[in-house]
């Protein structure tokens, strides 16, 4: 069975750091991108990062650029998120999904997804 799970969300303050990860399981890691979104109350889940293998590739939104860094790690199938300079704007749940080849844009366009980690910034 294919499984992603999210894990190393909480509760920070402001300006504070959180490292999530992302353990999969099911599936060849190296053949799909990785990626992370969040959603935020009455809001709709968006892309926040992802990590493309076969592009050599990393994508960051504007509004965490310079802030988060994704990376990953194939010999264990995982993924992270380093979250810095934490702001309570990226209060939400944050998923792991994975898609084949690229890092597409759209949440449909993944196959797999994890079941969600909480991260609340408080001001």
């Known amino acids: 069975d294919v499984q992603l799970q999210a894990s190393g969300g909480g509760l920070v303050q402001a300006g504070g750091s959180l490292r999530l990860s992302c353990a999969a399981s099911?599936?060849?890691?190296?053949?799909?991108?990785i990626g992370w979104f969040r959603q935020a109350p009455a809001q709709e889940r968006k892309g926040v990062s992802c990590?493309?293998?076969?592009?050599?590739?990393?994508y960051h939104a504007d509004s965490v650029k310079g802030r988060f860094t994704i990376s990953s790690d194939y010999a264990k199938n995982s993924l992270y998120l380093q979250m810095n300079s934490l702001k309570p704007e990226d209060t939400a749940v944050y998923y792991c999904?994975?898609?084949?080849?690229?890092?597409?844009?759209?949440?449909?366009?993944?196959?797999?997804w994890g079941q969600g980690t909480q991260v609340t910034v408080s001001s």
């Open positions: 099911g599936f060849t890691f190296d053949d799909y991108a």
């Open positions: 990590i493309s293998s076969s592009e050599g590739s990393t």
């Open positions: 999904a994975a898609a084949k080849g690229s890092c597409p844009h759209y949440p449909y366009e993944y196959d797999y």
